[in-house]
């Protein structure tokens, strides 16, 4: 069972820092690799970044390589995005989610329903 909430979002500037956190109330959190995903209006929910169960093992969508950094706790059920120097073009409403393994993360093959988002918007 996965029940997942976001927070963190807001509003600021170009080159900016926000850290974004999704806690999973569900009973297997620490069974099941994570997510951030993002979508901007308009636009279609894209991938972002994605952690192991473990949280040995990350993946990031190109855009974000070296300026987001996603991490978990799993005695906390949570799994955090740490995003440095914020774009513009990273305005968005950012998702967290669940699955069975990395790869059907990154693919978007998620388990259960997304969370209500958080959004992040960032002005020039």
């Known amino acids: 069972q996965v029940q997942l909430e976001e927070s963190g979002g807001g509003l600021v500037q170009a080159g900016a820092s926000l850290r974004l956190s999704c806690v999973d109330s569900g009973r297997t959190f620490s069974s099941h690799a994570m997510g951030w995903f993002r979508q901007a209006p308009g636009k279609e929910r894209d991938f972002v970044a994605a952690?192991?169960?473990?949280?040995?093992?990350?993946h990031y969508a190109d855009s974000v390589k070296g300026r987001f950094t996603i991490s978990r706790d799993n005695a906390k059920r949570a799994v955090l995005l740490q995003m440095n120097n914020l774009k513009p073009e990273d305005t968005a409403v950012y998702y967290c989610g669940a699955g069975d393994s990395i790869s059907r993360v990154v693919a978007g093959k998620m388990l259960g329903d997304w969370g209500q988002g958080t959004q992040v918007t960032v002005g020039s």
């Open positions: 952690i192991s169960w473990g949280g040995g093992t990350t």
